[in-house]
């Protein structure tokens, strides 16, 4: 019996032991949980309210955010480098217990959470207007509403100011944004676009001449302004890495020789003001070609020459190739007008394009024959929605096909000096 007794009271007194440290170490686990969760809040709010001010206001630069709230506080770090801005949040909040686990005091609970913003630039875009619509002056489809309808795609971000016109089942395959909602046409008893990436309106970027304001500073300050009274200039790119340069294009009159892509355009920006540029040929290495209006209101074009401007390492086959173009025209970007041009030619833009005033398209697409398709490999950006043919019920009447491929390398990557957003984007979130 006695034996009984002391083995049933070691039992009980064990199991109330037991029970007593499980009861201890719930509440170790519950107030280890509370903080942890209360300090993520904590460091969340001060991200999402310094993320907020920055996106809002891209000059604001105070350092650190310090705040009281919900019983602990946040300190909020705004660290900036070129066009990145990081916004690093550390929550503290006192709090008080035993951890059984750690086997120690707990006086305070942290957590860090961080976003990094970033101006980023239109080369990340495979297709982006202002509005959907045509803008060639001279056209008789000018102010014409631009659509895409069953059978075209836009691979890569794509976006519009205004709205879309989609008839039919258009397909993009990245994500999709504009100001307004599309306006919907039904085709071929359909009425359904593809958004592979997603879609969301409500979204306006919009796009500031200061760009073409610093592409003339640097092209100045580096020698890489060609011309600024008035006369058109003519560059052939040889893929050896030199350029021809002719001005005016035809005679060259007043220059008439070849330099290395380098010694040209030590900035990697060549520009020409008050005249119009005429380019092709493959290029090598990076550069950013430029046409600005200056004092002549009809000039500012680039006009796209023989079979087009492509890279020598060939970025479609190789993503790390190193040889990158940008093409920016104040107003439009022409795709020359050449008859000798068959339905089965192949026009080959290896850039990316920027129309400030205007778009890219096609010399005359209304009034030629079939001209073959235009292949770009890179992104367009443009005011307006450039057409390059026009099309009835039997297919292509004129002008030329458009097929658009996005560089993945304009994603994280521009060439030298083409423009960019005038706001912060929000481009990575991480929680620690």
């Not at 034996?3 to 107030?31: K, P």
């Not at 709230?69 to 900036?80: H, L, P, Q, T």
């Not at 520009?271 to 200056?294: M, P």
């Not at 080959?348 to 778009?359: D, K, R």
């Amino acid at each position: 019996m006695i034996i009984y007794v002391v083995g049933v009271s070691a039992i009980v007194g064990y199991a109330l032991l037991t029970m007593g440290r499980t009861s201890a170490s719930s509440m170790d686990t519950y107030a280890e949980y509370y903080s942890r969760t209360m300090a993520h809040n904590l460091a969340i709010a001060g991200a999402n309210i310094g993320t907020q001010r920055c996106l809002n206001d891209t000059s604001y630069n105070t350092n650190t955010l310090n705040t009281a709230f919900a019983g602990g506080s946040f300190d909020v770090y705004v660290i900036k480098s070129g066009d990145t801005t990081r916004i690093r949040s550390i929550s503290h909040l006192p709090i008080h217990f035993y951890s059984f686990r750690q086997s120690r005091w707990i006086n305070e609970a942290r957590d860090t959470v961080e976003a990094v913003i970033k101006i980023v630039s239109f080369s990340k875009y495979s297709w982006f207007t202002d509005q959907e619509k045509n803008g060639y002056v001279g056209s008789p489809f000018r102010g014409g509403d631009d659509w895409k309808i069953t059978g075209d795609s836009v691979w890569g971000l794509a976006h519009t100011n205004g709205r879309f016109n989609l008839g039919g089942r258009p397909y993009f395959h990245d994500k999709v944004t504009a100001t307004n909602s599309p306006q919907l046409m039904t085709v071929g008893g359909v009425r359904a676009p593809i958004y592979n990436g997603g879609y969301q309106w409500g979204v306006t970027v919009p796009r500031s001449a200061a760009n073409l304001t610093n592409l003339l500073t640097t092209a100045s300050g580096s020698g890489g302004l060609l011309n600024n009274t008035g006369n058109d200039v003519a560059l052939t790119f040889i893929n050896d890495g030199r350029v021809a340069v002719k001005i005016p294009p035809t005679t060259g009159s007043i220059r008439n020789d070849t330099a290395n892509i380098t010694s040209l355009a030590p900035s990697g920006v060549v520009a020409v003001s008050g005249g119009d540029i005429r380019i092709k040929g493959t290029y090598r290495g990076r550069i950013t070609v430029v046409a600005l209006k200056g004092s002549n209101a009809n000039k500012g074009n680039v006009w796209l020459d023989g079979n087009g401007i492509a890279a020598f390492d060939n970025p479609r086959s190789n993503s790390a190739s190193t040889d990158m173009m940008g093409i920016v025209a104040e107003r439009n970007a022409f795709i020359t007008r050449d008859n000798s041009r068959s339905e089965q030619s192949v026009f080959n833009i290896q850039a990316a394009v920027y129309c400030h005033e205007g778009e890219l398209t096609a010399q005359d697409f209304w009034n030629i024959g079939k001209h073959g398709r235009v292949s770009l490999f890179g992104g367009v950006t443009q005011k307006t929605a450039g057409s390059l043919g026009t099309f009835g019920g039997s297919g292509k009447l004129t002008g030329m096909d458009y097929s658009i491929r996005h560089d993945p390398r304009f994603l994280t990557a521009a060439p030298p000096g083409y423009p960019k957003a005038t706001k912060y984007e929000l481009v990575s979130w991480y929680e620690k």
